[in-house]
């Protein structure tokens, strides 16, 4: 009953049109030319700008701090230092969450929790910092509580081991290492050094993972050689800072120079600051006096009048003057002499410092001649030191100088100078009229920056030879005398001016600057103390101490030979002196602890 | 036919082991590169620190303290100075 089931018969091919698989092998391919055109386009048309894309969002470029160059001294004695040290900074948006630990991290920094919640919020949303500039190893204590949020970086710290003593000329920088006072400001693209980078991928916590391709090494910055002699500022401080104590003076300023090259072994201010405590920056104390402070000068000027007149023929070496007045009028002024004198040639109008004779021999002076000489041996202009601050003082044109002026020009007077320029003017005395440029930095070549003749020679041995006088017995100098060795210099004491046209009485500038040997001067110093309140306020008293002490140990450290018998000048110089001279004197280098 | 492609996988498992050894090699290198930075950095701070210890060591004040106050040494009074002559 059941029909036979109909044979499965498989359905017959349907013939397909040749089109349709050559259709989907056109889309495949075209698919793959898409594919293979838009591989091209990101791999090698667009490939170096997508990298860079890529790598703006994931790679770091991390600063290689430059070191700052050293400063030393002449023989190679550190000044100035810089030395690793650790800055510690927080990302606040990881160091907020670790509230509960800020106790512990404040005791580990030795600061308060207050303290340290304030460093969190006074920086960036990303960054504060945390310590500047501390010791690797108490950094590394309160790294070693890895707090998240909470990283290092290298950084450098700027270390004085001379202290004050060089202070002011040093000058300092600031937090970041840049030069903002003194030499480290005037040579900071010398010191600085030009930091590197490098490029690489950190992890959270600030650790590198990889880094990417060659490190742009950082160059540390340079040494800077002074010609300072780190023995001789000392010396120079601890005397002038005894003076500056004992006489209740002010502050005081002294500047030594080797006369054959310009280049300066000591210079010193005080009172001083610490460079290393920042506490201490006060622009009242880093004020580097020897050049940046001004004064009228007083006698240390007379032998400058003195050499514009013999070259100008106004006198002659022998011209001899008639001191003998309690009052020279000049116009309404009456100039007076300390002590009365008879008459005077030149040398004794030098060694008793006598304002009248000055006086005198400027009068006969053409004031285009004075004006000329003082401006030949640096007075009025900066000495290209190129020290921040250094002042030019100022000497007024000689057109506008009436007698009044003219007299009081010779003796120092209605002019300003800094030590650094007195001391430079009587270099040029004592190197056979020859200026020589004064420069902070070592030379070897053992000769002068710039040089130039200013007077004759035979005027500068003139005055070399009078200028010794001062410094014998009866000479306002004598407290300058060092035995074994000639010494040449003048006393200076001028009444500062109160800037309304006339004087305070009791406030006085005390000065002495001299060289030695005074046969063949080889060192040359200035020393200025102002304002001494206690004793014999001479320049002859309280400055000229401080040279004896500082030139002595100079000469000495500097290998000068003496060239004069010590006995025969101590027997010499001791007939004339009161107790308390002698008293003084015999200090010799002084025992000038400070 | 069958020879290339075992030749070709060999390749690539040689090239797979090299880029893994390349890789483990970079590794080690960043990380001895690494340590020597951190032993350049200590030893940097250690010369520091030197350097800050010898100039503390030599300043002149403390020498002077030193000599006055331990050794009871003095600068010589003027007196007290006797030149000689080299012969």
């Not at chain 2, 300043?59 to 006797?82: F, M, T, W």
Request: charged letters at 20%; glycine letters at 10%; aromatic letters at 8%.
């Amino acid at each position: 009953m059941t029909q036979p089931r109909a044979k499965f018969r498989a359905p017959s091919p349907v013939p397909l049109p040749a089109w349709r698989a050559t259709a989907l092998w056109a889309v495949v391919t075209l698919g793959l030319v898409v594919m293979m055109a838009q591989a091209w386009r990101a791999q090698v048309e667009r490939g170096p700008f997508l990298r860079d894309q890529g790598a703006l969002r994931y790679l770091r470029h991390f600063a290689l701090p430059a070191q700052r160059g050293p400063i030393l001294d002449r023989s190679g004695k550190a000044l100035a230092l810089s030395v690793p040290v650790q800055t510690l900074w927080v990302d606040p948006r990881l160091f907020d969450a670790q509230q509960a630990r800020w106790a512990q991290i404040a005791t580990a920094l030795g600061i308060s929790a207050a303290t340290l919640a304030a460093r969190v919020r006074g920086g960036g949303s990303q960054f504060a910092f945390l310590a500047r500039q501390r010791a690797p190893e108490r950094a590394a204590a309160v790294l070693a509580l890895h707090v998240p949020g909470l990283y290092s970086l290298h950084e450098d710290r700027r270390y004085y081991p001379s202290g004050s003593i060089a202070a002011p000329l040093l000058g300092f920088t600031n937090v970041d290492g840049r030069g903002i006072e003194g030499l480290e400001l005037a040579y900071n693209a010398w010191l600085q050094g030009k930091a590197g980078e490098e490029t690489g991928l950190r992890d959270n916590l600030g650790h590198p993972l990889a880094l990417l391709g060659a490190a742009r090494p950082a160059q540390a910055g340079r040494t800077l050689t002074l010609s300072i002699d780190r023995n001789i500022q000392y010396v120079a401080y601890t005397a002038l800072a005894s003076a500056v104590q004992r006489f209740q003076a002010r502050s005081g300023a002294a500047v030594l120079m080797n006369a054959r090259t310009g280049e300066i072994l000591a210079m010193v201010s005080y009172p001083s600051f610490n460079p290393n405590d920042r506490a201490d920056y006060r622009p009242g104390l880093y004020n580097n006096r020897a050049v940046a402070d001004t004064f009228e000068p007083g006698s240390v000027m007379k032998p400058f009048t003195i050499a514009a007149a013999l070259d100008d023929g106004s006198i002659r070496p022998d011209t001899t003057f008639n001191v003998n007045t309690n009052c020279f009028r000049v116009a309404h002024y009456c100039i007076r002499d300390d002590v009365r004198h008879d008459i005077l040639d030149l040398a004794q109008v030098l060694k008793y410092s006598s304002n009248i004779g000055a006086a005198k021999i400027s009068l006969r002076t053409p004031p285009a001649d004075l004006y000329q000489m003082l401006r030949s041996v640096g007075f009025g202009q900066v000495s290209g030191l190129g020290l921040p601050g250094e002042t030019g003082g100022a000497v007024p044109g000689w057109q506008g100088w009436d007698v009044a002026r003219r007299a009081a020009m010779a003796y120092g007077y209605g002019l300003s100078v800094t030590p650094l320029q007195l001391a430079a003017a009587y270099a040029a005395i004592a190197n056979n009229g020859i200026y020589v440029q004064p420069t902070l930095l070592r030379r070897d070549s053992g000769t002068p920056l710039h040089s130039q003749r200013i007077m004759p020679a035979a005027t500068a041995a003139r005055l070399r030879d009078w200028l010794t006088g001062v410094t014998r017995r009866g000479g306002t100098g004598f407290l300058a005398a060092i035995p074994g060795y000639t010494v040449a210099g003048k006393t200076g004491t001028s009444i500062m001016a109160n800037g309304k046209g006339g004087f305070r009485k009791h406030q006085v500038n005390t000065t002495f600057v001299g060289f030695a040997p005074a046969k063949d001067p080889q060192l040359v110093m200035a020393v200025v103390v102002r304002e001494p309140t206690q004793g014999w306020r001479y320049g002859g008293v309280v400055a000229a101490p401080v040279f004896r002490v500082t030139m002595s140990a100079a000469l000495h450290r500097m290998g000068v030979q003496p060239d004069t018998s010590a006995q025969t000048w101590t027997a010499t110089t001791a007939e004339h002196l009161t107790a308390d001279q002698e008293r003084r004197w015999a200090e010799g280098a002084g025992d000038a602890a400070h | 036919m069958r020879r290339s492609t075992i030749l070709l996988a060999l390749l690539i498992t040689a090239t797979l082991l090299g880029i893994v050894a390349a890789r483990e090699n970079t590794r080690g290198q960043f990380i001895a590169l690494q340590e020597a930075q951190a032993k350049h950095f200590a030893l940097d701070n250690r010369w520091g620190q030197l350097q800050l210890e010898q100039a503390t060591l030599a300043s002149n004040a403390r020498v002077g303290d030193i000599a006055r106050q331990k050794l009871g040494l003095e600068a010589p009074k003027n007196d007290q100075i006797v030149m000689v002559k080299t012969p």
